[in-house]
Each structure stands twice: as structure tokens, then as C-alpha cells.
């Protein structure tokens, strides 16, 4: 059978049975069904097949994760856009990924696409498409449509919890993007990297159909020398909620969301502060490269109003450094440490608080239960999808990629996560909840095309009972 054929009866069988409350062998059935499609695919799939025109890389998972309580430990579920979910302690899954990259070096006008989907256990969604998108590129441009998974913002791409607006946190929002390829150098010591979307929101949101617009331009100084020299980045990323049931969404709209004027047509909140609900990051960082490790520092401050961009006031922020080792030799491949600091508020000197991640008009940010922004801050839910955070937090996040053995590689993470309640109603030093997220994660290659990971992850703290969890996923990998 062909890899297309095997992934066309995984797909389908995935869908079904559905988890019933009156029917405990569905339920069994539905558990133990990931097993043997991965059985399947074993004798389906061929030690050597080769994919056919238009597949670059085809990766099959199942596993399990398994905790003591609900929700499961923080790095369990955490920046893995939504895919673990955080209704129940356990669950099965099959995932299934494929894509087709561009040729850019080749030719100048070339075609991409990517399908990532899920199918899982104990979860009111059965179904979640990390990516299901297409795309077109020409020389250094991009035109994408669909789901896909991205890294946004000025951040280690592999140990950081992910930027303070945007992470990988909250499942993927179908958009329309227009970008460059990357960085696009202008000059031979500066390159530009810009981006522009427009996404739909959908009705899981205190405002349905709200549509959401992105945006982000940053500059690199320097030159392109992998081994030698300093690099300095500096860029804006600006993203708002806009439109929806009621709200003005027409294009004239569009242009007063794109520029942040509040325009006549909207409420008088949007008329004063900009149409829709608007929030970013302002970021620097800089790299110092060298033949035997580079090394990256970056900071972020985060805005929700004009003020917010002011940000040569002391406040909130992202700082973090990292050091990517290249001795291959060495134990140690990667090492990052990041401090998140949102007690203060950006706009606190005014006196006039920012709350953010909040809107009274499109409640919290948040995509389908889980936080768009960074994954330190939690949102209560009430009614009618009405999300509000806990916004004040204090976090300390380690983590490290080590290479020992060529079956022992883990990448280890620990983070300190103290809450102090919300700008609404804050809670004094003495009564702030701390929590000791860590997580160790392995993989293991145990065939050629086959490997193994396994993952220890645990939640601590005085005011939590300790809340351990296991995972464990296969993975069969074509390309």
C-alpha cells in the first residue's frame, strides 16, 4: 500500500468511534485504536518507500500522556498549539504530518502546502489541524492561506516559552498572510523580515466572527556570517482583535485597525483608543556569533494602548539569553534562561491600567481555551466564553538541550511560576501562588526511520498537590 493510501485509512479510521459516556467498549475501542493503526502503518509503509512528487516529508505519531490530576503538569500541554488537551489527565492520540516545502534556491516561483492533523482522546474537539494550509512563493515572498504553525517574535526558537503576545500556545488561526521568506537582505549588513495577515477568530469567542490582524516588521544589523561577527535585531509585532457581531468590518475599517485610529463608526472606547483590541510587543535583541558557540540576548516590552509604546518606562518585560553550543563533542548543545515580569503594567505610571490580555469588548485573549500570549498566564473562563486573566505574574524559566549518549539526549525545563491575581484584583506578595513547572523529554532513534520519545513532566508547589504525568510517542518518519 502506498504512504497516501495508509494515511487516507488512518485518517478516516481516526474519526471514529467517538468517545460515549453510555458506551464504555466505544470508549475502549477509541483508546486502543491508535495502536494498531500504528501497527498498521509498520507493515503499510515500507522500511524504504520512497514518497511520491509533491511529499517531502510524511511523519506518523501515536502515543499517550497520562497524568495524576486535571489539568496535566504545565509542560505536559503547554506551547504545543493546543494539541494536548487540558480537559482530562489522560489521552491517546494519532498525529499525522506532511508537507511540501518550496524550493526557493531552484526557483522563483514555487508552490508549498502542510497538513499537521490530530486525532485524540478525552477531549470535547476529536479533530485538531495544527496545519492545513497552501501557499505560493516567489523569489522572497511568501502568500500562505490556512492553519499553520508558526514562532513568532525575537526568542530562543527551541527552549523559550515563546513571545509574550503571540506563543505556540493556543491552537492555530486560519489566516491569509503575505511576508517575506525570512530575513531579506537590503544590504550586506542589513536585512529586513516584515509580515502582514488577516485571520477569522470563529464563534468560540465572547465576540463571534471577530477577525484578527497581525503585523510585524523587524530590521537585522549586520553581517551574514555564520561564525563571526555581532548581529542586532530590533522590531515591532502588532496584533488586534477587530470586528465581530455588531462591530464596524468593513475596509475603511480595516485601514483605521491597520494604521490604529479609532475612526467615527466604532464605540466610543474604539473611537478613543483605536479601533478594535489592539496589543504587541516592542523587541531587541543581539547575537554574538563565534566558531565554537553564538550567543543570543533579547528583550521584550509588551503595549495594549499608545502608552504601552512608550516604553523607556520601567514595567513589564521579556528578558532572556541563550547559548547555542557547536562543539559536537560537547555534553551540552543549548542552554536558555528567560525572566517574565507583568506585575507592574506598562501603563501604571499614569495611572490608568493597561489589564493586559483583557478587553471589555472581546474579553481575553484567547483562542478556543487556550492562551494566545504567553502560556504563564492563566485565564478563568465563565460564561459565553468570557475569559479573564490572571495577569500579574513573575517567571523564572530554565531550560537545556544536552547530548550524551546517542540514545540520551533529553532537553530538560524547569520554570518558577508566581501568580500575583490580576490588575483587577491583585493579591499581596505574601498570598501570591507559586508553582514548580519541570519537564524532561527524550528522544530515542530505535530504527532507521523510527524513533522513541518519552517524557517526565511535574507540577509542585505549597498551595498544589504535586501532579506527575508520563507520556510516551512513536514515530515513524518518511522523507
Known amino acids: 500500500m502506498s504512504p497516501i493510501g495508509a494515511i487516507s485509512l488512518i485518517y478516516f479510521s481516526s474519526l471514529g468511534p467517538r468517545p460515549s459516556a453510555l458506551s464504555t467498549k466505544r470508549i475502549s475501542t477509541w483508546k486502543i485504536s491508535p495502536i494498531f493503526l500504528m501497527i498498521f502503518i509498520s507493515f503499510a509503509v515500507p522500511a524504504k518507500a520512497s514518497l511520491p512528487t509533491g511529499i517531502d516529508t510524511l511523519q ?30 489522560s489521552s491517546f492520540f494519532t498525529r499525522i504530518r506532511m508537507n511540501k516545502n518550496s524550493d526557493t534556491d531552484e526557483k522563483d516561483f514555487d508552490w508549498c502546502y502542510g497538513v499537521d492533523v490530530t486525532a485524540r482522546t478525552n477531549s470535547s474537539q476529536d479533530l485538531i489541524f495544527t496545519d492545513a494550509y497552501t501557499g505560493l512563493t516567489y523569489k522572497q515572498f511568501k502568500l500562505t492561506l490556512g492553519r499553520k504553525a508558526e514562532s513568532f517574535g525575537l526568542v530562543d526558537s527551541l527552549l523559550s516559552a515563546g513571545s509574550e503576545c503571540y506563543s505556540q500556545n493556543a491552537p492555530t488561526i486560519p489566516k491569509i498572510a503575505l511576508s517575506t521568506n525570512g530575513y531579506v537582505e537590503i544590504t550586506d549588513n542589513l536585512a529586513i523580515n516584515a509580515y502582514l495577515a488577516h485571520g477569522w477568530m470563529g464563534k468560540e469567542q465572547y465576540l463571534k466572527n471577530a477577525f484578527l490582524h497581525e503585523k510585524f516588521f523587524y530590521l537585522r544589523l549586520g553581517g551574514t556570517e555564520r561564525d563571526n561577527g555581532i548581529n542586532f535585531f530590533v522590531g515591532v509585532h502588532d496584533i488586534a482583535s477587530w470586528g465581530g457581531e455588531g462591530k464596524p468590518s468593513g475596509f475603511k475599517d ?49 503595549f495594549e494602548d499608545g502608552s ?37 503594567d506598562g501603563n501604571s505610571h499614569t495611572g490608568d491600567l ?3 490580555f483583557s478587553n471589555f469588548e472581546y474579553s481575553g485573549w484567547v ?14 473562563q465563565t460564561d459565553n466564553y468570557w475569559y479573564a486573566p490572571l495577569n500579574r505574574v513573575q517567571v523564572i524559566n530554565a531550560g537545556i538541550i544536552m547530548r550524551l549518549t546517542k540514545l540520551f539526549n533529553p532537553r530538560v525545563r524547569i520554570a518558577c511560576i508566581q501568580n500575583f491575581g490580576s ?11 507559586t508553582i514548580i513547572a519541570t519537564d524532561i523529554t527524550n528522544t530515542t532513534p530505535i530504527a532507521k526511520t523510527w524513533a522513541l520519545t518519552q ?25
Open 354 to 356: 493597561d489589564n493586559y
Open 308 to 344: 504601552g509604546l512608550r516604553f523607556w518606562y520601567p514595567g513589564d518585560f521579556l528578558l532572556g539569553v541563550s547559548m547555542i553550543n557547536k562543539d559536537k563533542q560537547s555534553h551540552i548543545a543549548r542552554i536558555n534562561l528567560e525572566i517574565l515580569d507583568t506585575r507592574f
Open 455 to 479: 517524557q517526565i513532566a511535574l507540577d509542585a508547589g505549597k498551595t498544589i498537590h504535586p501532579n506527575p504525568a508520563i507520556g510516551l510517542t512513536i514515530t515513524k518518519t518518511i522523507d
Open 254 to 302: 480595516f485601514i483605521n485597525v491597520f494604521t490604529g485610529k479609532g475612526g467615527t463608526t466604532g464605540s466610543i472606547y474604539d473611537q478613543q483608543n483605536g479601533l478594535g483590541d489592539h496589543r504587541g510587543t516592542i523587541e531587541f535583541a543581539l547575537q554574538q556569533k563565534d566558531s565554537d558557540r553564538d550567543w543570543f540576548l533579547y528583550a521584550q516590552t509588551m
Open 367 to 380: 483562542h478556543q481555551g487556550y492562551a494566545i500570549g504567553t502560556p504563564f498566564v492563566p485565564f478563568i
Open 60 to 89: 506518523v505519531s501515536t502515543g499517550f500522556l497520562a497524568s495524576k490530576q486535571t489539568p496535566p503538569p504545565f509542560w505536559a500541554w503547554a506551547n504545543q498549539n493546543g494539541r494536548v488537551p487540558n480537559q482530562s489527565s
Open 423 to 433: 490588575f483587577s484584583s491583585p493579591l499581596p506578595e505574601n498570598q501570591a501562588t
